[in-house]
């Protein structure tokens, strides 16, 4: 578990985890793309799920304030918690 902060207008870039996560908005807006699936815009107390290994990409949704998100998730020991996708 631990909180994740992007600045205003900033991108996490495509990625993958090893196990599930969950993200919580705690303020701002985000905007959550998984792969194959429309974008879906959060803002403060909603959630989404990403399935193990799902390619995924989180944007802040303001270009004036930062978006505050509290994420939960599962690791492999030995694994890296998040992959890089081009």
Known sequence: MYRAELVPGGVAGRHTH??????????G????????QPP?????GE???VPAK???NAKNGSTTAPVKVMVFMVGEKGQPLATPVQ
């Open 40 to 44: 879906v815009t959060l803002k403060a």
């Open 54 to 56: 799902q390619i995924h």
């Open 29 to 36: 807006t985000l905007i959550f793309e998984i792969d194959g």
């Open 18 to 27: 090893p196990g599930p996560e969950l993200a919580y908005v705690l303020e």
């Open 47 to 49: 959630s989404v799920h």
